[in-house]
């Protein structure tokens, strides 16, 4: 099971050509690594397999850790300007270098606010103002994400990779019906090329 999986470089050199166990992907519609995601799938000698893709999800939607670390250093590098590596930190994570999504993204107001209200930090660093209504700036947050990863990876590993070996239904048959049927994305060599380009971190 495979998550926001990374740049070609990273991917396709693990081989996934040679993997011939089920395999389920998920990725999201604003991730830049997304057909990564599908030129994978393609590759895979598995006959099992499936692309699950996450409307409105970024690559950074599936670290369900950054909210926290959100507030944390930007409650320290706002206390304590000398703070230098939680203000590069918070930063980072308010501002990235990369295309994975930046923190209003993803994380929901309290992030900005409990314990700590950093949204004095945010609106220094980005010129954003965060406001109850406008965060988070995808309509999907971290804790609706992490809810929907731990369905299917309850279903894959305990449904799926447990059938019994008279059960032939297609492993996709066992996936919760949302999560079922959807449209397999097309891509093409500059697609790739992109997502190399984009440094998603990973």
Not at 156 to 176: A, E, M, Y
Request: proline share 7%.
């Amino acid at each position: 099971m495979g998550m926001a999986i990374g740049v070609p470089a990273i991917t396709f050199g693990a081989d996934v050509q040679n993997i011939t166990i089920p395999a389920l992907l998920l990725a999201g519609t604003l991730d830049a690594t997304l057909p990564v995601s599908a030129a994978a799938l393609d590759k895979m000698a598995s006959t099992e397999k499936a692309l699950v893709i996450f409307q409105n999800a970024n690559h950074r939607h599936f670290d369900s850790g950054l909210c926290a670390q959100t507030q944390s250093s930007g409650a320290i590098g706002q206390a304590d300007p000398s703070a230098i590596l939680d203000l590069q930190t918070a930063t980072g994570l308010l501002k990235p270098p990369s295309s994975g999504g930046a923190a209003m993204d993803f994380c929901s107001f309290d992030t900005f606010t409990t314990p700590t209200d950093i949204r004095p930090l945010v609106a220094s660093v980005t010129g954003f103002n965060v406001t109850p209504t406008n965060v988070p700036t995808t309509g999907l947050g971290t804790a609706e994400m992490k809810q929907n990863v731990i369905e299917l990876a309850v279903t894959f590993f305990g449904k799926v990779l447990n059938r019994p070996s008279d059960d032939q239904r297609p492993f996709t048959d066992c996936l919760p019906k949302r999560w079922r049927g959807q449209p397999k994305p097309n891509w093409t060599q500059q697609d790739l090329d992109d997502a190399d380009k984009a440094q998603v971190d990973d």
